[in-house]
């Protein structure tokens, strides 16, 4: 499937474009099995936001949308270290994955080549016969379409720039399941994303 790069150009997310309840699902935190410990070394780094960022610019090529990713995260572990595998979300929950990208939506939404991708959609329903003939419901149909797509590019975008971020040395990450923790996924587990105390402090989410 296409997956639309719809962030190269995003500004840095503010306050009022990121969902205000922010809390794991009770009972769903945590590392397993002594999975995602932070060696002594990192514990003692001392960085600051400009090391941050030249960090990641090294090694992502978006390097904008995955300093959001990493701020996000960090607003999501609150004052622990780690966010996920839930994040309560409107009453339900959400894997963190699904929670950022829910989360960065707005930034895709605002992006001109947004309207280029709306036309590449509608006219994919067409051809595939999909549109209702009541205009009301067949804008529905293609608004219900273009969200489904900007999630799924969403959760792989994401991926990739928490990929960034791990190999970059600021974020561990580890899959947490109902009765095994493992650094890889599948069987049920979920992401669980872990920052070290030196990001948090540059980031100004330590306590």
């Known amino acids: 499937m296409f997956q639309p790069d719809l962030f190269s150009k995003a500004a840095p997310a503010g306050e009022h474009e990121i969902p205000r309840d922010i809390e794991d699902v009770p009972?769903?935190?945590?590392?397993?099995?002594?999975?995602?410990?932070?060696?002594?070394?990192?514990a003692r780094?001392?960085?600051?936001?400009?090391?941050?960022?030249?960090?990641?610019?090294?090694?992502?090529?978006?390097?904008?949308?995955?300093?959001?990713?990493?701020?996000?995260?960090?607003?999501?572990?609150?004052?622990?270290?780690?966010a996920g595998p839930y994040i309560r979300d409107g009453g339900q929950a959400v894997p963190i994955r699904d929670w950022l990208s829910n989360a960065l939506?707005?930034?895709?939404?605002?992006?001109?080549?947004?309207?280029?991708?709306?036309a590449q959609v509608r006219a994919d329903l067409e051809s595939r016969d999909k549109l209702p003939s009541d205009v009301s419901l067949a804008e529905q149909a293609v608004a219900d379409e273009v969200r489904s797509r900007l999630l799924h590019?969403?959760?792989?975008?994401?991926?990739r720039a928490v990929s960034?971020?791990?190999?970059?040395?600021?974020?561990?990450?580890?899959?947490?399941?109902?009765?095994?923790?493992?650094q890889n996924r599948g069987a049920q587990r979920e992401a669980v994303y872990t920052i070290?105390?030196?990001?948090?402090?540059?980031?100004g989410r330590a306590a």
């Not at 001392?46 to 992502?60: F, G, K």
């Not at 590019?153 to 991926?159: C, D, E, I, K, Q």
């Not at 070290?196 to 980031?203: D, E, F, P």
């Open 105 to 118: 939506l707005p930034m895709a939404q605002r992006d001109a080549r947004r309207l280029a991708f709306v």
């Open 27 to 42: 009972g769903t935190r945590g590392l397993g099995s002594g999975l995602g410990m932070w060696s002594k070394t990192e």
């Open 45 to 82: 780094e001392d960085l600051d936001l400009p090391a941050v960022l030249e960090r990641i610019a090294d090694l992502s090529a978006r390097p904008r949308y995955t300093f959001m990713v990493l701020n996000l995260i960090a607003r999501a572990a609150g004052q622990s270290d780690s």
């Open 164 to 182: 960034d971020l791990v190999r970059a040395g600021l974020v561990r990450r580890h899959y947490q399941g109902f009765r095994v923790d493992h």
């Open 153 to 159: 590019s969403g959760r792989t975008n994401v991926s």
């Open 196 to 203: 070290t105390s030196a990001v948090k402090r540059a980031l």
